[in-house]
Nanobody, 118 residues
Framework: QVQLVESGGGLVQAGGSLKLSCDVL???????MAWYRQPPGKQRAMVASITKDDRTGDRTSYLDSVKGRFTISRDNAKNTVHLQMNNLELEDTAVYYC?????????WGRGTQVTVSP
């Protein structure tokens, strides 16, 4: 069984920073970890992902609107993934979900609210 526990959400003013963390409890290898977000009334979309590659190092991917502001990182020894969010904008307000791909199954956390105020 795989469990994901997120932390770090909250209320921040525009221009501020937050760091989200997700502990992935899994006895099987986790290849890809990612953060998704779902703004009010909109669909869930991927914000950033990081894939473990033993040959070339971890590979990352970002939503265009967060490039240069958000940084995803992982601690492979601890199966933890982080999302450092800087220069937050009102449009970043959403519920943020952590995901982890174990073999062919994708698992989800329960989500953490991020609210950016003017």
């Amino acid at each position: 069984q795989v469990q994901l526990v997120e932390s770090g959400g909250g209320l921040v003013q525009a221009g501020g920073s937050l760091k989200l963390s997700c502990d992935v409890l899994s006895i099987s290898p986790v290849r890809t970890m990612a953060w998704y977000r779902q703004p009010p009334g909109k669909q869930r979309a991927m914000v950033a992902s990081i894939t473990k590659d033993d040959r070339t190092g971890d590979r990352t991917s970002y939503l265009d609107s967060v490039k240069g502001r958000f940084t995803i990182s992982r601690d492979n020894a601890k199966n933890t993934v982080h999302l450092q969010m800087n220069n937050l904008e009102l449009e970043d307000t959403a519920v943020y979900y952590c995901s982890a791909d174990v073999w062919i199954q994708r698992y989800w956390g329960r989500g953490t609210q991020v609210t950016v105020s003017p």
